[in-house]
């Protein structure tokens, strides 16, 4: 691809218009599907639509094509890890776990985190470095980047257990999906999250209406697990 279609495919993708948008993402991830190394310098622009297309569909695809990446989209993905805005902090330590890999999954019903996958994330080379910049950012002046960047470490294994009272002030949170997964990850942590217990218990009474009645289960299935165990 030439010059002269990049900056198209770019301009496409910075439109305002959606249709023009989730067509251009689509000729992208085509591209990307034959050469991604080739559609990397589109990365930044994919993230812009993800940030600010008033479409969910526009939205939800420029986060799959990024993630389809791989471990491409590494090197963009920690220059948004150093990012001064704390959302882009958060997005990019969500974005390096799923990079061609899922996360744990989790029963919505149940509210109760399976076990860690066997696979990786898609880091190659960059995986040492990813893993210091994911431990740098336990210290995020932001606890939402915090608890983002202990979900990504604990669901590969590279966690101590520091993480507890990051997931603690994950509890916390305004953010109900933020809640919620700090709940499943001190279930499953099972033993060594006893200090948690005060706050699940906090979270499990405080929280029983519409969406956030979730992080109230899982917090509940979460002392069960962690004083089980």
């Not at 067509?23 to 639509?49: C, S």
């Not at 899922?102 to 019903?109: A, F, M």
């Not at 509210?111 to 696979?119: A, F, G, I």
Request: proline residues 4%.
């Amino acid at each position: 691809m030439d010059e002269l279609n990049l900056d198209e495919l770019r301009d496409q993708l910075r439109s305002s218009d959606g249709m023009t948008c989730f067509q251009a993402i689509h000729r992208v991830n085509a591209i990307r599907r034959a050469n991604a190394a080739t559609t990397e310098p589109l990365l930044p622009d994919l993230y812009f639509m993800y940030r600010t297309s008033a479409s969910v569909a526009c939205q939800s695809h420029a986060w799959a094509v990024i993630r389809n990446h791989g471990s491409i989209a590494v090197p963009f993905l920690l220059q948004l890890l150093d990012s001064p805005n704390a959302i882009d902090r958060r997005n990019a330590a969500e974005l390096l776990l799923g990079l061609k890999h899922n996360r744990s999954r989790w029963r919505i019903q149940g509210q109760m985190l399976d076990d860690r996958p066997d696979t990786q994330p898609d880091w190659n080379s960059h995986r040492g470095n990813v893993i210091q910049k994911l431990r740098d950012a336990l210290h995020d002046p932001d606890a939402d980047v915090r608890a983002v960047a202990a979900f990504t470490l604990d669901d590969i294994n590279e966690s101590d257990t520091s993480i507890v009272n990051i997931l603690v002030d994950g509890l916390r949170s305004t953010e109900v999906m933020i809640q919620d997964i700090s709940a499943l990850h001190l279930g499953r942590l099972g033993a060594v999250a006893l200090a948690a217990i005060p706050a699940l218990t906090d979270l499990a009474k405080s929280n029983n209406d519409g969406a956030t009645a979730r992080p109230a289960l899982a917090a509940k299935n979460a002392i069960k697990r962690i004083t089980e165990t």
